[in-house]
């Protein structure tokens, strides 16, 4: 999987838990919810991967957020480790995990390499009531939104109200 793949990929997980009609929803709930978007994704869909991936997605959401230090995503890193190998004439570092935490291990090492990369560039809406993330890929790193098309025109349409009805009064 490419980095900009295995990037969709971390976001469509941290997204999996919008608001929808007012309220939250979660598109790793059920458990066949949960199995569909583990397979859909690369994972075998078992129970276990399952609930990891919701785990990891939990504190992940909170890191992103600034609700909780990048640290406490350590638990889920015990016993993993990356090992060199010889394949095709070529060193490759191959991912030593057990396979229900195959798919949440590489998206915390998708984030860390985003991190790394390019710091403050996963980030959280900027609507308050919006529960979804973002990737600004933009040379200015100025987006906002998770989507300009609801998120964006919202917040401007409440900002521009607020401007007309202070200048009203």
Same mark, same amino acid.
Do not use: Y
């Given at each position: 999987m490419?980095?900009?793949?295995?990037?969709?990929?971390?976001?469509?997980?941290?997204?999996?838990?919008?608001?929808?009609?007012?309220?939250?929803?979660?598109?790793?709930?059920?458990?066949?919810? &949960?199995?569909?978007?583990?397979?859909?994704? /690369?994972?075998?869909?078992?129970?276990?991967?399952? *609930? @990891? %991936?919701?785990? +990891?997605? &939990?504190?992940?959401?909170?890191?992103?957020? /600034?609700?909780?230090?990048?640290?406490?995503?350590? *638990? @889920? %890193?015990?016993? +993993?480790?990356?090992?060199?190998?010889?394949?095709?004439?070529?060193?490759?570092?191959?991912l030593q995990v057990p396979d229900t935490h195959r798919l949440a291990v590489e998206l915390l090492l998708t984030w860390a390499r985003v991190e790394e990369a390019r710091p403050g560039r996963l980030k959280p809406c900027g609507n308050p009531e919006c529960r979804r993330f973002l990737l600004d890929r933009s040379k200015p790193n100025s987006a906002r939104w998770c989507s300009m098309a609801e998120c964006g025109n919202r917040m401007k349409a409440r900002r521009h109200y607020q401007r007309v009805k202070g200048s009203q009064t």
């Open positions: 490419t980095d900009r793949a295995a990037e969709d990929v971390l976001l469509e997980l941290l997204n999996t838990t919008p608001v929808v009609r007012g309220s939250v929803s979660d598109a790793l709930g059920t458990p066949a919810e &949960g199995r569909a978007w583990a397979r859909g994704h /690369g994972g075998s869909g078992s129970d276990d991967e399952v *609930a @990891f %991936l919701v785990a +990891v997605r &939990g504190v992940l959401q909170d890191v992103v957020r /600034g609700r909780r230090d990048p640290e406490s995503l350590g *638990a @889920f %890193l015990q016993g +993993v480790s990356k090992v060199p190998a010889i394949e095709d004439g070529r060193l490759e570092w191959v």
